[in-house]
Nanobody
Framework: QVQLVESGGGLVQAGGSLRLSCAASGSIFSISAMGWYRQAPGKQRELVASITRGGNTDYADSVKGRFTISRDIAKNTGYLQMYSLKPEDTALYYC?????????WGQGTQVTVSS
């Protein structure tokens, strides 16, 4: 059984920085991609950033240039480094891991940016 646990969320002021972590445990094979999603009240869940097995990254236009997705394979951990945070970044952030067999989700971590 695969488990994903997000951490690093919190309350920050606009312009601040935060790094989210996604720790994976269990037997994981044939990883296709890892991604970070977010969902704010009344809005659809959206893909914020993704990274493929080969290291190719993609970002939503709203975060491009401010967020960086990465992963440490040896530590079984993915990251989302967020700079220059804005109030509109406020949301529940979820880690997603996609494999050839299934896709897995964490419980989410709350990011709140005050103005």
């Amino acid at each position: 059984q695969v488990q994903l646990v997000e951490s690093g969320g919190g309350l920050v002021q606009a312009g601040g920085s935060l790094r989210l972590s996604c720790a994976a445990s269990g037997s994981i094979f044939s990883i296709s991609a890892m991604g970070w999603y977010r969902q704010a009240p009344g809005k659809q869940r959206e893909l914020v950033a993704s990274i493929t097995r080969g290291g190719n990254t993609d970002y939503a236009d709203s975060v491009k240039g401010r967020f960086t997705i990465s992963r440490d394979i040896a530590k079984n951990t993915g990251y989302l480094q967020m700079y220059s945070l804005k109030p509109e970044d406020t949301a529940l952030y979820y880690c997603n891991l996609r494999t050839s067999w299934n896709d897995y989700w964490g419980q989410g971590t709350q990011v709140t940016v005050s103005s």
